[in-house]
């Protein structure tokens, strides 16, 4: 099989370059830029537990010298502290230079042997066949590409959805910030807030070394924001915080943000893709763009892992335009809905019991990654198995437990996701202070590993001491991303191999035959499909 074509070298494009790689996939990433990020301080990432758990699993070492977790998040209503809320029963925010994360990305793209990084290529043309799909570049690489499948992670302005023909349809200008990274010292160290004099609207978001990142809401239509009316608004927001008294500060980079909100019509058009801002554009209401581009990585991962080594029914790939562009849309709605509200100033609803902590709330939920706005969105599972109620719905993402894995290490459970293979976990209280070579021969165990190496999909077997709301010896389904996809009271082969085939939706119709090589440019040559072994 050809490699997967990525279009695209910025954190989403990259993200899926090594989570196919994970799972044992070539790819070859085409960058139109030189191959290195422009250093913008004020142009940064908020991610949240998972996508954190999944830029450390792909190998971007920068989070931990890069990143900032939040110590807090604070919320003010016109001059009075509102809420403040800590992190000790859930995980920070991290927040990152966007630079920053990306280099990280690519410095472990650059390290793996199954990414080929190639700067400075402008793709221009597609043409696909039954057998593959081939892409045009100008530039340092003026040449064919031959691949099994594409993905455009090209951005708002994206190649591969103009040449497709795709739709892009939605609102512009939905929000604008005003934008700042400046150097200073706030009465409060590492935490972040929000600071709300309707219809006036600050953020304040810490960095590494004493650096912050400050956003204004600006009116949608209003004038262009001078160097003067920034450091002016600078001054006057580090004056209100500090009692009066604008502290020193060394300003470090400026910009104006606009968002918009759009949606592509279509995500797959036969063996090519559409991923991140080439897909969808949102980020009002403290929302983040960049975190679904990474969702949208880990989904379409696995699904074109699992057709790139055993072929795919075209229901499981179109699954990922499906369970993505729908939790998008979602994601889109709630902001559209709560926009309104939230935006405009005064009226009915100033004077309404509770309606500006509710304007609070929801905006911290966007922030925090939680509720309609932030929360890790659930997947319609496509198995209808749940014989054991758990804390987690079918569908939702699981709880991130110490699991044993086959080598007898205990991880977290999110450590073991991305590649390319489901999980299997049984739920067996105490084995956590049993010898591995005791628990595998004892119990259940010797019938789960037999219906387990039975199953359709690449399976790892892990056993959990325990798991949110499950009794003892529940068995769990778990997607490759981490959704979970049934739940069984005990041992059920037939019934565990059913469900499988569900999340798999059904056998490939037939093994995609090996397109002839391109001698334009030849690709990489792939990695032998990785054998699980469960004991």
């Known amino acids: 099989m050809d490699p997967v074509i990525v279009v695209g070298a910025g954190p989403v ?41 999944m830029a450390h699993r792909l190998g971007c070492r920068t989070l931990r010298d890069e990143g900032a977790y939040f110590a807090a998040w604070r919320t003010m209503r016109r001059s009075r502290p509102d809420r ?15 630079h920053a994360l990306t280099r990280g990305l690519r410095d472990a793209a650059a390290a793996h ?14 043409e696909q066949d039954g057998r593959g799909i081939t892409a045009h570049t100008r530039g340092a690489e003026t040449t064919w590409w031959r691949g099994s499948y594409l993905v455009g992670c090209d951005g708002a302005r994206s190649t591969v959805r103009k040449l497709l023909g795709i739709r892009f349809p939605g609102r512009t200008a939905v929000e604008r910030h005003a934008v700042a990274a400046l150097r200073t010292e706030l009465p409060w160290p590492g935490e972040a807030l929000l600071h709300r004099s309707p219809p006036q609207e600050v953020t304040s978001r810490p960095l590494r070394d004493g650096v912050w990142r400050l956003d204004w809401l600006l009116p949608p239509r209003g004038e262009l924001v001078t160097p003067d009316a920034l450091v002016t608004l600078i001054r006057d927001t580090l004056a209100a915080w500090c009692g009066g008294t604008t502290p020193p500060y060394d300003l470090i980079d400026t910009g104006v943000h606009t968002l918009h909100h759009r949606l592509a019509r279509r995500w797959r058009d036969g063996r090519a893709f559409l991923a991140g801002d080439a897909a969808h554009l949102l980020g009002a209401l403290g929302t983040q763009g960049v975190e679904e581009g990474l969702r949208d990585a880990e989904n379409l991962a696995w699904k074109l892992s699992l057709a790139w080594h055993h072929g795919a029914s075209d229901a499981l790939l179109d699954s990922y335009e499906a369970e993505r562009r729908t939790a998008v849309a979602s994601r889109l709605r709630a902001a559209d809905q709560a926009m309104p509200s939230l935006r405009a100033g005064g009226g009915l609803r100033t004077y309404l019991p509770g309606a500006a902590r509710s304007a609070q709330s929801l905006l911290t939920d966007g922030h925090l990654g939680r509720g309609p706005l932030g929360a890790e969105p659930a997947y319609a599972p496509p198995v209808a198995e749940r014989e054991v109620p758990t804390a987690t719905e079918p569908g939702g993402p699981v709880a991130n437990v110490p699991v044993t894995a086959p080598d007898g290490a205990t991880v977290p459970l999110r450590d073991l996701l991305g590649q390319g293979r489901l999980l299997v976990v049984l739920v067996a209280p105490g084995t956590g202070v049993w010898d591995r070579r005791h628990w595998l021969g004892a119990g259940l165990m010797p019938r789960l590993a037999a219906a387990v190496s039975a199953l359709p999909v690449r399976t790892d077997l892990l056993v959990a001491d325990r798991y949110p709301g499950a009794p003892a010896h529940t068995v769990l389904l778990v997607r490759p991303d981490g959704h979970l996809a049934a739940t069984f009271a005990g041992v059920r082969p037939a019934e565990l191999y059913e469900a499988a085939d569900a999340v798999r939706a059904g056998a490939p119709a037939s093994r995609v035959p090996k397109p002839t090589p391109s001698t334009a440019a030849p690709a990489p040559a792939p990695a032998p499909t990785p054998t699980v072994v469960i004991d």
């Open 84 to 98: 403040r809320i800590t992190f000790e029963d859930h995980p920070a925010p991290l927040h990152v230079p966007q």
């Open 113 to 126: 042997p199954l990414v080929q990084l190639i700067a400075d290529s402008k793709l221009d043309a597609l």
């Open 13 to 53: 494009g990259l993200s899926l370059s090594l989570a196919l790689a994970g799972a044992g996939v070539p790819s070859v990433v085409l960058d139109e830029g030189p191959g290195k990020e422009e250093v913008r301080p004020a142009r940064t990432v908020v991610l949240h537990a998972e996508s954190t758990a």
